[in-house]
């Protein structure tokens, strides 16, 4: 694991002979800074955000093939899509429930696995699986009737802080003036950079091949995952009209090679993954989109607002921190960061400002909690999962096993994944 210091923030080159000003400032056109964006313009603060493109909008999903960038979304995050008035706008034919999780040790034993199910958490369902274009374009039609919500096509240049806010100087040479600032620009984060916030980080030396798949057998609303001895694991998330969605976490030098199959040569490598366990819980499997790889990696912002003396930018998703997918809450952790400053900013004392110091320490307060056990608990399980020593290959098939037969136990990890916002 490597820490690495970002540069300090610097002083704007020009002179700007005119600044527009706004309340807040939202850098980032992602789904967690278009929901953040569109939360803040409700609260009745005038917002602005900066991303390139973002004036374009997102067009809806539509045929018999699902998108690539597919997400399980938690009831965190359906509570703040409620929040925000999209949730009964989405298309629901185009999401699946997911009512069951089944997770698979890596020697084939049937002990040696974890069944979570939401009737015996007394919940209606675990999950939703659904595109990330579908989401970001129903956030999309929101926030064109919004009018507290304006969206700038470009991109930062440098900025400022000061006394009264954040000004930023962007490419295009306009200069934005705002009370807060909200970094929502990606693992990679220029603001996180210009502030002077260092991360950790730590490659898993994986790529993640994320590819749709036709199903002959139904799939029961159950998501699946594969502990492999190789150390790799396999994901099939469920999607509508018999449909998978698989990601595969292995070596960047397998993730090439399973580029280059063609559909004959997939099925033929399906056949037999996890001593042919997937095809005898999901059938024939027949590859319906084009296979994409993207590497993966740990990462953690070492303060969650900034700058240290005068803290009013907050950093929110990606830009604060990054997991692995296999827990399959990296989305929904992002949005429980725009929950959480939501409520912050809704419910505070009539007295303190915006970027009042005390309201960003709580947001990253309470966020540090959060997001610490999530990291910790799916670095570990990665880590355990891949190590190839005797007794790290019992301990961690005990361990499904074990799990699976207490129910308090269960129940916890499903509170944990399910997560909790709280708008009232």
């Not at 604060?320 to 399959?328: D, F, I, Q, W």
Request: glycine letters at 8%; hydrophobic letters at 40%.
């Amino acid at each position: 694991m490597s820490e690495v210091q970002a540069h300090q923030p610097s002083k704007l080159s020009k002179n700007p002979s005119s600044i527009r000003s706004v309340d807040v400032l939202v850098v980032g056109g992602g789904v967690v800074g278009k929901a953040c964006a569109l939360g803040l313009a409700q609260l009745g603060l005038h917002t602005a955000q900066v991303a390139p493109g973002i004036d374009k909008l997102i067009a809806a999903p539509a045929g018999p093939q699902w998108g690539q960038r597919i997400y399980a979304f938690s009831p965190s995050t359906q509570k703040l899509l409620a929040r925000l008035q999209i949730w009964d706008a989405i298309d629901q034919s185009r999401m699946q429930i997911v009512r069951d999780m089944r997770i698979f040790g890596d020697r084939g034993q049937q002990n040696d696995s974890l069944h979570l199910s939401a009737f015996e958490a007394g919940t209606p369902q675990l999950a939703w699986i659904g595109e990330s274009n579908l989401i970001e374009h129903t956030l999309d039609q929101a926030s064109r009737f919004q009018s507290k919500l304006e969206r700038i096509d470009d991109s930062l240049d440098d900025l400022k802080i000061d006394a009264d806010g954040v000004t930023l100087h962007l490419h295009s040479g306009i200069y934005l003036h705002a009370k807060l600032l909200i970094a929502a620009d990606g693992a990679n984060s220029p603001i996180r950079s210009l502030l002077g916030i260092s991360h950790s980080e730590e490659s898993y030396e994986q790529n993640a091949v994320v590819v749709n798949l036709t199903c002959s057998r139904a799939h029961l609303e159950t998501a699946y995952q594969w502990f492999l001895p190789s150390g790799d694991i396999v994901a099939m998330l469920p999607l509508p009209n018999q449909q998978v969605s698989m990601v595969w976490s292995s070596s960047p030098e397998k993730a090439d090679y399973l580029l280059k199959l063609d559909q004959s040569e997939w099925a033929a490598e399906l056949s037999t993954l996890a001593d042919g366990a997937i095809t005898q819980a999901l059938g024939q499997l027949t590859i319906n989109s084009i296979p994409a790889a993207f590497p993966l990696r740990k990462m953690r912002a070492s303060r969650f607002i900034g700058p240290d003396d005068n803290p009013t930018v907050a950093l929110i998703g990606d830009a604060a921190h990054v997991m692995h997918p296999l827990a399959g809450q990296g989305l929904n952790l992002g949005l429980r960061d725009v929950a959480t400053l939501l409520h912050i900013l809704g419910k505070r004392e009539s007295f303190r400002p915006i970027n009042d110091k005390v309201l960003l320490r709580r947001y990253e307060r309470q966020r540090q909690g959060d997001t610490s056990a999530l990291l910790w608990i799916t670095d570990k399980l990665k880590k355990l999962f891949s190590g190839t020593s005797t007794t790290e290959m019992q301990l961690r098939n005990w361990g499904l096993g074990l799990v699976n037969r207490s129910h308090f136990i269960k129940r916890r990890l499903i509170e944990r994944a399910l997560g909790d916002v709280d708008f009232e």
